[in-house]
């Protein structure tokens, strides 16, 4: 399998086996985050998984959240799915609504440009936490922008 690229302050698995459930999950949030920028060229759960020793279901739960969240691609081919990191961004505008905060981007890479719109709440350590998101690519944003004026009236 190929060798993957990964974060030098990477921690053993044993080190945030004794954190708490949220700080295990932002933990894995951002290290795959890392791992995803550090290859380009994208990566599956598998290289993953013998790379750092973390289990298959570990991978596959917290990569599913950061793709069901617009924090990075998953491309499937046949039996494998392949992860990749969002791209470039440039951000727009934050929106808030309570204690809700929405962010508008532009995303940018091979895939294509794409605005990106994330759902921030607050974590218990009082950081905004991305909960849900979504890309929608350029080329369909005329089209959207019709359908919001439609429903507005």
């Not at 690229?5 to 295990?24: T, V, Y």
Request: hydrophobic share 30%.
């Amino acid at each position: 399998m190929a060798k993957i690229n990964l974060p030098k302050d990477i921690l053993q698995k044993e080190a945030f086996k004794s954190f708490p459930a949220k700080e295990k999950e932002e933990y894995m949030s951002s290290l795959l985050k890392k791992i995803l920028e550090l290859n380009p060229d994208g990566i599956t759960i598998s290289q993953i998984k013998e790379a750092t020793g973390l289990t298959y279901s570990t991978l596959w739960h917290h990569l599913e959240i950061l793709s069901c969240t617009a924090q990075c691609h998953k491309v499937s081919h046949g039996n494998s799915d392949v992860y990749h990191a969002t791209g470039k961004s440039t951000h727009l505008n934050d929106y808030a609504k309570g204690k809700v905060q929405y962010s508008i981007e532009i995303v940018e890479d091979k895939e294509g440009r794409f605005v990106c719109m994330h759902e921030k709440r607050e974590n218990r350590t009082g950081n905004p936490t991305i909960c849900t998101g979504i890309q929608i690519p350029f080329e369909l944003i005329d089209n959207l922008i019709k359908d919001l004026s439609k429903i507005k009236k």
